[in-house]
């Protein structure tokens, strides 16, 4: 961590290009060319901030190809706009944006009001299945839901998402097309869409679902379909900074 590295370094020091202080992901980007200043302090308290209200690291929560942070995506319980505009000027790139002292921050809190508390925490995405109902495996089109219940019980995801895709073609009776067009989603039974969500979700412990993956995904920000895919992947454990996860890996 940098608390303390800019102040313990003299005026002199830090004004000299090549002295590098600073962890990597928290410290402040002129600590990286060796250009310390006494608000580089400021933007690694800030980024522990945000490592804290994400449980993320901080190279997770900046985006290089937009130069720009990324944190309230990740965000698992809402906070103020105060609290998040606050946070956003003590990590700004720029230093001269920055917050100059701690005692500049705290005049601001005071002036705006700004609730700085740590939100409660929130009821996690996950539960256990054993508190989940048994599942009734109804359908409208007479289908045998037993096989997908048996694969999901042994935690087997990539065969339970191919039964699931057989299965699905076969409710929308589309399985010499080999896929689903709009029109035949339009036109899925809910029984048996309730069904496979039911299943999906007691077996995963909450994780994995359509009702899950629809909340995911109506709480992410409009961007591009990549960067938005990439954080839904990134909220359900499928993604991570090195790439997509294997089956077999998934954290459950």
């Given at each position: 961590?940098?608390f303390?590295?800019?102040?313990?370094?003299?005026?002199?020091?830090?004004a000299?290009?090549?002295t590098?202080i600073?962890?990597?992901?928290?410290?402040?980007?002129?600590q990286?060319?060796?250009?310390?200043?006494?608000?580089?302090?400021?933007?690694?308290?800030g980024?522990?901030?945000?490592h804290?209200l994400?449980?993320?690291?901080?190279?997770?929560?900046f985006?290089?190809?937009?130069?720009?942070?990324?944190?309230?995506?990740?965000?698992?319980?809402?906070?103020s706009?105060?609290?998040g505009?606050?946070?956003d000027?003590?990590?700004?790139?720029?230093?001269?944006?920055?917050?100059q002292?701690?005692?500049?921050?705290?005049a601001?809190?005071?002036?705006?009001?700004?609730d700085?508390?740590?939100?409660?925490?929130q009821?996690?995405?996950f539960?256990d299945s054993?508190?989940?109902?048994e599942v009734?495996?109804?359908?409208?089109?007479?289908?045998?839901?037993s096989?997908?219940?048996?694969?999901?019980t042994?935690?087997?995801?990539?065969?339970?998402?191919?039964?699931?895709?057989?299965?699905?073609?076969?409710?929308?009776?589309?399985?010499?097309r080999?896929?689903?067009?709009?029109?035949?989603i339009n036109?899925?039974?809910?029984?048996?869409?309730?069904?496979?969500?039911?299943?999906w979700v007691k077996?995963s412990?909450?994780?994995?679902?359509?009702?899950?993956q629809?909340?995911?995904?109506?709480?992410?920000?409009?961007?591009t379909?990549?960067l938005?895919?990439?954080?839904?992947?990134?909220?359900l454990?499928?993604h991570?900074?090195?790439?997509?996860?294997?089956?077999d890996?998934?954290?459950?």
């Open positions: 961590m940098d303390g590295a800019a102040k313990f370094a003299t005026r002199t020091a830090l000299v290009t090549g590098v600073g962890s990597a992901g928290y410290a402040a980007p002129e990286a060319i060796g250009k310390s200043v006494f608000a580089s302090d400021i933007y690694s308290l980024v522990t901030c945000i804290l994400t449980q993320v690291e901080p190279f997770k929560l985006d290089v190809s937009e130069n720009d942070w990324v944190w309230r995506y990740f965000l698992t319980s809402p906070i706009d105060n609290l505009d606050l946070l000027r003590m990590i700004v790139g720029a230093t001269k944006k920055r917050f002292s701690v005692a500049e921050i705290m601001l809190i005071k002036l705006n009001d700004v700085v508390s740590l939100p409660e925490k009821v996690s995405d539960v054993s508190s989940i109902p009734n495996l109804n359908s409208e089109r007479g289908v045998d839901y096989k997908l219940c048996d694969i999901l042994h935690k087997k995801w990539r065969e339970a998402d191919i039964e699931t895709a057989k299965l699905m073609l076969k409710i929308a009776n589309r399985e010499n080999k896929k689903l067009n709009v029109n035949s036109n899925l039974p809910c029984t048996d869409l309730r069904t496979i969500n039911q299943l077996y412990n909450g994780k994995f679902g359509f009702s899950a629809k909340e995911i995904w109506e709480n992410l920000p409009a961007q379909f990549f938005t895919y990439e954080k839904f992947g990134d909220r454990g499928w991570s900074i090195i790439g997509w996860t294997n089956y890996n998934l954290d459950i």
